[in-house]
Nanobody, 129 residues
Framework: QVQLVESGGGLVQAGGSLRLSCAASGRTVSNVPMAMAWFRQAPGQERESVAVISSSGGRTYYADSVKGRFTISRDNAKNTVTLEMNSMKPEDTAVYYC????????????????????WGQGAQVTVSS
């Protein structure tokens, strides 16, 4: 069983930057390659995909709304994935969730939440105008 714990959320002004981290633990982490993703859910809205990184870190996909502003990366030695958020906008305000999957991901399916078996508890990110 893999557990995911997010950290780094908080309050930032529009135009500012914030970094989210997700730490993975559990006996399967080192045995099973897992792609890691970030999703977010704003108040009153459905959860949406943000970005994903392959198990090796060689492939990344981003939602159009964050492309060019957010960067996802991972450190497999530390079992962590990071989301660097720059030029933030009030519409980035949401609870951000880390998710993991051992399924193969492509540009046509990475945003499907049903592919992700493991989720973190979420981290609040608030961007003030």
């Amino acid at each position: 069983q893999v557990q995911l714990v997010e950290s780094g959320g908080g309050l930032v002004q529009a135009g500012g930057s914030l970094r989210l981290s997700c730490a993975a633990s559990g006996r399967t982490v080192s045995n099973v390659p897992m792609a890691m993703a970030w999703f977010r859910q704003a108040p009153g809205q459905e959860r949406e995909s943000v970005a994903v990184i392959s198990s090796s870190g060689g492939r990344t996909y981003y939602a159009d709304s964050v492309k060019g502003r957010f960067t996802i990366s991972r450190d497999n030695a530390k079992n962590t994935v990071t989301l660097e958020m720059n030029s933030m906008k009030p519409e980035d305000t949401a609870v951000y969730y880390c998710a993991a999957t051992n399924r193969l991901l492509y540009s046509t399916n990475w945003y499907s939440q049903g592919l992700y078996a493991t989720w973190g508890q979420g981290a609040q990110v608030t961007v003030s105008s």
